[in-house]
């Protein structure tokens, strides 16, 4: 059931609106703490007011002008878009309160609250857009958002890094506009109302060229390999970014966009006579298997980040291209599990380098007994990770490995357990390193990091195990996940 309702435009509009305050007040570290926190606290209490009506069906839309006859501006929380939005609205006001204390010593705190808060905007405007058009208009303000996060500290890595996001997001935002023309010449349409608006009529050559452009477009921001490279150099940007591009923002809008491709654009039944799914299904594995071999190299923090995140966006990829319900239920619950246990890496990483200096692999001999709880967090992420059972990641893993049986392909099961080894090797070391290995010639003293700090990423491991544990309790981010499912394949 459909209803006409304000608040999917409501949600997106308010936090700009706040943002606009951080930029005019935001010199005292009162109001720019203020209205952060507003910005946050307000999108997640708008979104949150649909959840109840959601979990019962019912769709909230609201159109705000038109172009031309079915092009114009519009906005719809159905099931999917509701999910992503309360995964990003719920990171972001952790993610706000973490970058208080992470940043108070920073310099252009206005700028880089301002641009904080209109990237929450800009994520949410993408999970609530009805059409293509709004998407990409949403998709492409996320992009010029985070360009001035990413160039934060100005140094010449910073501004050459920003030099490759922007080339790399913004070549696939013209893929995006592409692939959104060449929809409405098929389709006569944009609308992402339907579990799919294109049929075989089309033929397949053009289909075939369709999803390519799209997939460029959205897989540059989901990072899949080969259009991965802006990622690993926008790590040198401040940690509160890095989280914000890796687990709440700008991967997840590409992941995001996919899925809209695969199941409101496309829809299973045209996919499933497409050839050109099982190659991208390929690429994803591909993917899922070179990131994580990559990050067992990397000895810099936050890069071996970067390389675990392009693994793991490609869960997503790899559960759509199984077109069925299992793999789905996978790709759309992974935006979540994958979101909080990166967020919580990358909080951890802050913590260390803000209260130890360390920054490299090596130098963390001994940090579990310095700081405790921070790397009892990293623990339970990287243990969900690599899929252990009661943990978000195993809930991924476990739906995957069915959808990979649901579709024929056991094979693709293999793949998961290939990939959790490649998690345990890559993960593992940091946790004997902070446990069973003392640094030499220190002596070992609790060291914990502030609170600012330390409980956003406590907040967030456990949200991890809570992710794990209750995938039957309705109204949770799972029982969306279902629902979204259900409207793809009408069960």
């Not at 994803?284 to 923090?301: P, R, W, Y």
């Not at 077109?323 to 802050?350: C, R």
């Not at 990293?378 to 690599?386: G, R």
């Not at 893993?397 to 357990?417: H, N």
Request: with cysteine; hydrophobic share 55%; net charge positive.
């Amino acid at each position: 059931m459909e209803v006409v309702d304000i608040r999917p435009l409501l949600a997106p509009v308010l936090s700009f609106a706040c943002a606009g305050l951080v930029f005019l007040m935001g010199r005292s570290f009162f109001w720019r703490c203020f209205w952060s926190v507003g910005a946050a606290a307000t999108k997640l209490v708008v979104v949150m007011s649909m959840l109840p009506g959601t979990l019962k069906g019912t769709v909230y839309v609201f159109k705000l002008l038109d172009f031309t006859p079915g092009i114009g501006l519009g906005f719809r929380a159905d099931a999917l878009g509701m999910f992503f939005a309360v995964v990003s609205s719920t990171l972001w006001l952790i993610t706000t309160i973490y970058a208080i204390g992470y940043m108070k010593t920073e310099h252009s705190q206005v700028r880089f609250f301002g641009f904080f808060a209109l990237c929450v905007s800009a994520t949410v405007g993408i999970a609530f857009a009805e059409n293509l058009l709004t998407l990409f208009l949403f998709y492409e303000t996320l992009t010029i958002c985070t360009y001035p996060l990413v160039i934060h500290e100005e140094t010449p890595e910073a501004m050459k890094a920003g030099r490759k996001y922007l080339t790399y997001t913004l070549l696939g935002g013209a893929f995006v506009l592409l692939g959104s023309v060449m929809t409405y010449d098929m389709a006569g349409t944009l609308t992402l109302s339907k579990p799919g608006i294109l049929s075989m009529s089309s033929g397949v050559t053009s289909l075939t060229w369709l999803f390519v452009a799209l997939v460029i477009g959205f897989g540059v921001k989901a990072a899949i390999m080969p259009l991965h490279g802006w990622l690993p150099s926008a790590m040198v940007a401040p940690t509160p970014v890095s989280a914000l591009l890796h687990a709440v923002a700008v991967v997840k809008a590409g992941a995001f966009g996919l899925l809209r491709v695969f199941y409101n654009v496309f829809g299973v039944g045209v996919l499933r006579e497409l050839p050109v799914v099982n190659w991208l299904a390929y690429l994803a594995v591909f993917t899922i298997l070179a990131g994580s071999f990559v990050a067992i190299f990397q000895d810099n923090f936050k890069r071996r980040l970067a390389y675990s995140t392009i693994s793991q966006l490609s869960y997503i990829v790899l559960g759509a291209t199984m077109l069925t319900p299992f793999g789905a239920t996978a790709a759309i619950a992974h935006i979540a599990n994958q979101a909080f246990a990166k967020i919580t890496m990358f909080f951890v990483a802050g913590a260390v380098q803000r209260t130890t200096g360390k920054t490299q692999i090596h130098e963390l001999a001994g940090i579990g007994y310095r700081m405790p709880w921070t790397m009892a967090a990293y623990t339970v992420a990287a243990l969900s990770f690599i899929g252990l059972p009661l943990t978000a990641g195993f809930v991924s893993k476990w739906y995957l490995s069915l959808g990979a049986l649901e579709a024929g392909k056991w094979w693709l099961a293999l793949v998961m357990i290939a990939s959790s080894l490649l998690n345990a090797a890559y993960w593992l070391p940091v946790v004997y390193l902070a446990y069973f290995k003392a640094a030499p010639g220190t002596r070992l003293r609790i060291q914990e990091a502030e609170p600012m700090l330390l409980w956003p990423t406590l907040i967030c491991a456990a949200y991890v195990i809570m992710l794990g544990l209750t995938t039957q309790v309705p109204g949770l981010p799972f029982s969306l996940a279902q629902a979204a499912v259900r409207f793809v394949f009408g069960m």
